[in-house]
Nanobody, 126 residues
Framework: QVQLVESGGGLVQAGGSLRLSCAASGRTFSNSVMGWFRQAPGKEREFVATIWWSSGITSYTDSVKGRFTISRDNAKNTVYLQMNSLKPEDTAVYYC???????????????????WGQGTQVTVSS
């Protein structure tokens, strides 16, 4: 049974930084794709970033390029999202997710991911 546990959220002022962690367990993730999504109140869940575990290839939504960095630690089975230069519009609940297949043709879509964490709140004050 796959378990994803996010941590690292909180309240930060605009321009500040946070690092989110997603600890994964329950299977081997070497052929997986790990993603970060976020959902603000009244809005749909949206793609933030993703990483192919085996190759380290990454992809970002345009609004976070140059500010956010996704990475993984193979030894700890953990994926990180380093968030710098945070803006009030980054406020949301952030979720990590995993696709059990490395073939994810539409990696920006939540439906492509099979398992989800419980989410962690990120609030950026102006």
């Amino acid at each position: 049974q796959v378990q994803l546990v996010e941590s690292g959220g909180g309240l930060v002022q605009a321009g500040g930084s946070l690092r989110l962690s997603c600890a994964a367990s329950g299977r081997t993730f070497s052929n997986s794709v790990m993603g970060w999504f976020r959902q603000a109140p009244g809005k749909e869940r949206e793609f933030v970033a993703t990483i192919w575990w085996s190759s380290g290839i990454t992809s970002y939504t345009d609004s976070v390029k140059g500010r956010f960095t996704i990475s993984r630690d193979n030894a700890k089975n953990t994926v990180y999202l380093q968030m710098n230069s945070l803006k009030p519009e980054d406020t949301a609940v952030y979720y990590c997710a995993v696709s059990r297949s490395p073939v994810v043709p539409n990696w920006r879509r939540p439906s492509q991911y099979t398992d989800w964490g419980q989410g962690t709140q990120v609030t950026v004050s102006s």
